[in-house]
């Protein structure tokens, strides 16, 4: 990142952990000194990241709040906007949008901030990521509670905002499991498709791809796979019988 941002503002100062420390260790003594030393003040302190900054355990409310206490008078002491970048809980349940209750610390971290905004990657490329802002204090925005997406630019270390996303669950379906949307994508490529995107299940069975019929041979196989890509925006239902692909869902998948 260096190279890219060392020129782009006045008074940037990277500071960069000690490898010898090791992780899970006491860093905002360090930090506090840092700011001392450097004199710097009515600035911004970003601090990456919130787990590795401590050896407190932050999943324990008792041990967060100390932490909590150390970071907010900072604050006041230097008068500083602080940045948090902490981390969502690994969690089994299958996540299919993105919600303040994911991040490590819960409501005792969520509570205690002025914003939030979450960041996941996507399933759909490894360039895309999902975002989303979750909690807003003392101002409003368009996009609370909106998910969008961010494009990374791998040479500039840099994030492009993108469109809205009009399902986020879509994103976060694991690869092995997209056959459904290759189907639908394939589709998509058709022109006869591409000037008629109405269809019925009759229409849909005559143009299945022949790795895939055997997925969907049966009555019940197309039902169940078209509610499915229904309820992940990539198809719309018009009425009984009848549906229409999405086709700016599906040529935004890669973008």
């Not at 969008?148 to 040479?155: A, D, S, T």
């Not at 499991?177 to 009759?202: G, Q, S």
């Amino acid at each position: 990142m260096m190279p890219h941002f060392k020129n782009s503002f006045n008074d940037l100062l990277i500071v960069a952990k000690d490898g010898r420390d090791g992780v899970f260790i006491d860093n905002w003594k360090r930090i506090e000194n840092t700011l001392i030393e450097n004199d710097f003040r009515d600035g911004v302190l970003i601090v990456d990241n919130l787990y590795t900054s401590t050896e407190k355990n932050l999943s324990q409310n008792e041990e967060l709040t100390t932490v909590l206490s150390i970071i907010d008078r900072l604050r006041n002491q230097f008068n500083l906007s602080i940045i948090l970048i902490a981390h969502h809980n690994k969690d089994r349940e299958v996540v299919t949008s993105l919600n303040k209750n994911q991040i490590t610390g819960g409501k005792t971290l969520t509570n205690f901030v002025n914003n939030v905004l979450q960041i996941a990657e996507s399933s759909v490329s490894n360039d895309l990521r999902v975002a989303k802002i979750t909690k807003i204090r003392d101002a409003d925005s368009e996009l609370r509670n909106i998910p969008f997406k961010l494009h990374f630019e791998p040479e500039m270390c840099i994030f492009t905002k993108g469109s809205i996303i009009m399902n986020e669950a879509i994103h976060f379906i694991e690869t092995k499991k997209r056959w459904e949307i290759e189907v639908i994508k394939e589709l998509a490529n058709y022109n006869e498709w591409i000037n008629n995107p109405e269809f019925d299940r009759e229409r849909l069975s005559h143009f299945i791809p022949e790795e895939h019929q055997i997925r969907l041979h049966h009555p019940t196989q197309i039902t169940r796979y078209l509610h499915k890509i229904t309820s992940w925006g990539l198809v719309e239902r018009l009425d009984t019988g009848k549906y229409k692909i999405n086709l700016m869902e599906i040529n935004q998948l890669d973008v």
